[in-house]
């Protein structure tokens, strides 16, 4: 299908007063757009859209950042638990297909995209910088990784269960003060040779958590979007402090605007 053809399919989640919202491209899987209202949020979606395909030309995969971008709204959830985060008590249709093995592989290549870009990042910076407290309101960078961290390996839990050294690696990232770099690669190492190693079953069955039902799709989607979040999050934070010197050497510099 050419790209002038193409329409993505846009699964909207928010409160009944269409307040904060986020916006998930599923056919782009790890692309999200938020904003303060379902109108806000709309608004910025061709541009996070066109964000993602660049992020997905810049390691090699057939995007085109320039190309045309036409989205419908596929489904838009406004019932359930902490809305216009990103879980959604009911979750999506499409989350509770079959993850195929050509789509877990997919999934896989751009989480490592984005963490090789964190490492990237991680390269550029003192480590007392990565502690320093923000500006504004928020977490210092390492609060940051750590938050990534924890909430990685809860989704992977969601989908799996107990994960031999898992907790182990927890804790070397958590604990502070030295060079969080060969923790976080050490976890993520394990996480995704976990993930990879998803059998069949894995990849279909629904496993209850609470009020919420996750699966491996659903798992592994959150995944890639809270990474790509705070990827970004990242991103900007360092360009507003950089880009006055020299620009940033990973991503792009400054968001897209709409």
């Known amino acids: 299908m050419s790209a002038a053809a193409h329409s993505y399919a846009l699964y909207l989640e928010s409160g009944p007063k ?3 919202t986020m916006v998930h491209v ?3 899987t790890g692309c999200v757009a ?5 109108d ?6 061709p541009a996070a859209i066109r964000t993602y395909r660049e992020f ?15 989205t419908f709204v596929a489904a838009h959830v406004m019932e359930g638990h902490w809305l216009g985060n990103g879980d959604p008590t009911p979750g999506f249709a499409p989350d509770f297909e079959l993850l195929t093995a050509e789509e877990l592989e997919i999934a896989l290549r751009r989480l490592g995209w984005m963490r090789s870009e964190v490492m990237q990042l991680l390269a550029q910076l003192p480590q007392a910088r990565l502690a320093a407290a923000p500006d504004g309101p928020g977490r210092s960078l390492r609060g940051i990784l750590e938050h990534v961290a924890n909430a990685d390996a809860a989704y992977l ?4 269960g107990k994960v031999d050294g898992l907790s182990d690696a927890l804790r070397s990232v958590d604990r502070g003060p030295g060079p969080i770099e060969p923790a976080l690669l050490h976890l993520w190492q394990l996480s995704a040779a976990r993930l990879r190693a998803l059998t069949v079953s894995e990849r279909s069955q629904p496993v209850s958590h609470g009020e919420v039902t996750w699966t491996a799709r659903r798992g592994l989607r959150r995944m890639l979007e809270h990474q790509w979040e705070h990827l ?3 991103q900007d934070r360092l360009a507003v ?3 006055r010197d020299e620009p940033l050497r990973v991503g792009s510099a400054a968001r897209r605007q709409p």
């Not at 806000?40 to 979606?45: Q, R």
């Not at 839990?157 to 799996?160: A, E, H, K």
């Open 232 to 234: 970004q999050e990242m």
């Open 56 to 70: 997905l030309q810049r390691h090699g995969d057939a995007a085109d950042p320039e190309g045309p971008v036409a």
């Open 26 to 28: 599923l056919d782009l």
């Open 18 to 20: 269409r307040r904060k």
């Open 40 to 45: 806000a949020a709309m608004a910025t979606t």
């Open 241 to 243: 402090e950089f880009l």
């Open 34 to 38: 938020q904003g303060a209202t379902t």
């Open 157 to 160: 839990r969601y989908i799996v």
